[in-house]
Every structure is written in C-alpha cells, then in structure tokens.
C-alpha cells in the first residue's frame, strides 16, 4: 500500500528516527539561526512552501516535538508539496518570527504570499489549494480520535491518581479502538486521510510522554490503538 509505506516513512522520518525530513544534501541550507529544508518532488511548483515549526530542545537543527508542526509536515509530504521548513526556537523567539506570527506559535506556513497560522487552518487551506491527492473526510470521521489528546493532557498534567483523568482518557482510547476495529485500518478506511495526519502525531507523544512521565503504557486490552499508533500503519 504506496500510501501505507509514505505515511509510515514520514512519520518514522519526522518522528521517531531524529526528525529528519528526507531530502538532498544540495537542497539543505543553513542560514542564521534557520535551517531551510525542502524536497524536490515532481510537481509543478515553482517556490517551496515556506513553513515554521518548532526546533528541538535537545538537538541542532533538527525538528521538536510539535504534533500541529507533525500534522502539516504531513499534510505536506502525502500530498507531494516541497517545502522549506524553518526552525523556530520557542524559548528564543526571534524577531522575524513575531513579526509573521505575533501569537508566537508554530507552525505558520507561508500561503498565497500570507503567513497562516494553527494546524486546522493551514491543512484545509492545503487541501483546498492542493486537492490531488485528496485528504478530506466525511465531517463524522473527521472528528474520530479528536478527544483524544485532550484526555491525554489532563491525565499528564494530574497529580490525583483517582481524579478520573486516566479513566477518561482510557475511555477514548478504547471507542478508537472500537471504531478502528470496525472500519479501519485507518480513521477513512483503506486509505490515509486529514484525520490520521492530526491524530498520528499526538498518539506518537502520548506513547512517549506518559512512558516517561507516568510509566503508562497502554493496555493489551486495546490491540487495534496499539497496531494503528505504530507509527499509523495498523498491522
Ligand atoms: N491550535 C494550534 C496550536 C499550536 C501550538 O500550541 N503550538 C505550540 C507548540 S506545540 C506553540 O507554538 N507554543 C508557543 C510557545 O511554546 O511559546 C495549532 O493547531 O496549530
């Protein structure tokens, strides 16, 4: 499944193997503080899309841990779109960042000669520039898993163990797993769509995020979560 492989590699790319976005060594360019990225693909587009994301904490020059950036990085490469990323460090923004994102949030991806900002925006305005291929879902599976991340965040942020927050998220996990079951592999079916692009990221920091923090892990009970967050290609 060409799509299956595409979306596992971005995100195995982005994600797990230190963030690197394939690429040619030529088409890398470091300026300043700013590290320009951008694939060439087969397309007929005269300029990479400009696009700023978070840097790592821990690394040089490599992405951070931002599942919004995540989600328009792949929205970007499922629809073949070249682009040039540019490395933001949030705890030292800098001038020209606030200038085209006075919010100083990431990410903000250049559109029709307009800095777009937030992750919603940017991928309807992506599919609506760019439908081919189209990523869209019925408005139903769009909001699949949508709860998710924000259970996450609650039980993350809890020092009550009994405070329900684990249970709630617990709860959402396991419709996904309900409805994954029944209509998977992915939230659209056979095919990647704008939904898996959004929530594959955040599953991705949950896994890492409650492993550390809370030494949680998810239960066996819930085998078709666990085979879709192994980087989004349900087995
Ligand atoms: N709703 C926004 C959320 C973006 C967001 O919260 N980004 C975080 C990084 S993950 C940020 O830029 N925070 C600003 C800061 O840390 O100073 C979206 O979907 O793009």
């Not at 799509?3 to 890398?28: M, N």
């Not at 951008?38 to 978070?54: G, N």
């Not at 790592?56 to 992405?63: E, F």
């Not at 239960?219 to 980087?231: F, I, Q, R």
Request: net charge neutral; charged share 25%.
């Amino acid at each position: 499944m060409a799509t299956t492989v595409a979306l596992s590699s971005s995100l195995k790319h982005h994600l797990a193997l230190g963030v690197r976005i394939p690429q040619s060594p030529a088409l890398c360019r470091r300026n300043g503080g700013r590290v320009s990225t951008f694939r060439s693909f087969p397309v007929a587009m005269a300029t990479p899309l400009e696009v700023c994301v978070k840097a790592s904490v821990t690394t040089p020059n490599k992405l951070g841990d931002c599942p919004f950036c995540q989600r328009v990085l792949l929205t970007m490469e499922e629809k073949h779109l070249p682009y040039d990323m540019k490395l933001v460090d949030l705890a030292n923004k800098p001038e020209w960042f606030l200038q085209i994102s006075p919010e100083g949030k990431v990410p903000v991806a250049k559109l029709d000669e307009k800095w777009v900002p937030d992750s919603d925006v940017i991928a309807q305005t992506l599919e609506e520039k760019y439908p081919d291929p189209p990523l869209a879902t019925l408005p139903e599976k769009a909001s699949v898993g949508s709860k998710i991340f924000s259970t996450f965040i609650g039980f993350l942020k809890s020092k009550d163990p009994s405070d329900g927050t684990e249970q709630a998220l617990l709860n959402e996990l396991s419709s996904f797993n309900d409805y994954i079951k029944e209509n998977g592999p992915f939230i659209n079916g056979e095919k990647v769509s704008a939904p898996d692009l959004s929530l594959a990221p955040k599953l991705y920091h949950l896994e890492i995020a409650l492993g550390h923090y809370k030494k949680w892990s998810l239960p066996d009970t819930l085998p078709h979560t666990e085979s879709y967050m192994k980087v989004g290609v349900p087995k």
